[in-house]
């Protein structure tokens, strides 16, 4: 059985994750922050799964990788679960506030459905968190992606790097801290940018933002916690985050 944990309590209680000198690698906060957003793979070959090929240990994958979309050919994003109706959660600097961009579903390898190409518009932006969200013209007959504030051991992510049909990677939790997740040997490239990181349950916990994974295994990648984003938003609501 996975365990879980609360990244609120993760934050406060994970020695390992906050500066502890017995720290074990790879380290997370306070390790520096990117100056910007970077794509890394974790060790000397990236590996991603074609979803429809996918047969890992993430049950949910398949339920869920029809709200991920690829956005304007350069980016990830996922059509998330709000009171106020869906709407598309991606990195904030994949877009531009007030913005259109192209969204497409189920742009992938032997695809499973129709694909849908629709317009979605940039209705908040934000850095710090980076995050958007965007409106669509056209809502798909799928059911959008829950969010959650707990993490487990196994994380996922469900993107399109370089803009290529829809591919799975797998990782680890490494730590959360200050509003950020972070994890190891978890791929990422350019185009992944604004992809739900999901946990094993196959909940949104964060989105993938940056990267500083090395060739040689070390280091993680992280993105921004979906409960310090909702914090941020107007849009989303503390009763939108489904699973605490």
Avoid at 4 to 12: D, E, F
Avoid at 54 to 76: F, M, W
Avoid at 116 to 129: I, K, N
Avoid at 183 to 191: F, K
Wanted: proline share 6%; net charge negative.
């Amino acid at each position: 059985m996975v365990r879980t944990a609360s990244i609120t309590a993760l934050a406060a209680c994970l020695a390992c994750a906050c500066g502890d000198a017995a720290a074990p690698v790879p380290m997370v906060c306070p390790a520096a922050r990117t100056a910007g957003p970077v794509a890394s793979q974790c060790g000397p070959s990236a590996d991603f799964t074609p979803v429809n090929a996918y047969d890992g240990p993430i049950a949910a994958v398949q339920e869920r990788e029809d709200a991920v979309v690829l956005l304007g050919g350069d980016c990830t994003g996922t059509l998330i679960a709000a009171a106020a109706g869906p709407v598309v959660l991606t990195a904030g600097h994949c877009v531009t506030l007030g913005g259109s961009v192209l969204v497409a579903f189920n742009v992938e390898d032997n695809p499973d459905g129709d694909t849908l190409v629709t317009d979605g518009t940039v209705f908040e932006q934000a850095t710090e968190p980076d995050y958007a969200l965007l409106r669509l013209d056209q809502l798909p007959a799928i059911t959008p992606t829950p969010l959650t504030t707990r993490t487990s051991e196994t994380l996922v992510v469900i993107q399109h790097p370089r803009g290529r049909p829809k591919v799975v990677a797998e990782g680890q939790l490494a730590g959360a801290c200050d509003g950020l997740v972070y994890y190891a040997d978890l791929d990422t490239l350019v185009g992944s940018s604004g992809a739900g990181v999901l946990t094993s349950d196959g909940y949104v916990v964060g989105v993938h933002t940056d990267g500083d994974c090395a060739i040689d295994g070390g280091g993680t990648n992280h993105g921004w916690t979906a409960e310090r984003i909702v914090a941020a938003s107007a849009y989303l609501q503390d009763q939108d985050i489904a699973d605490r």
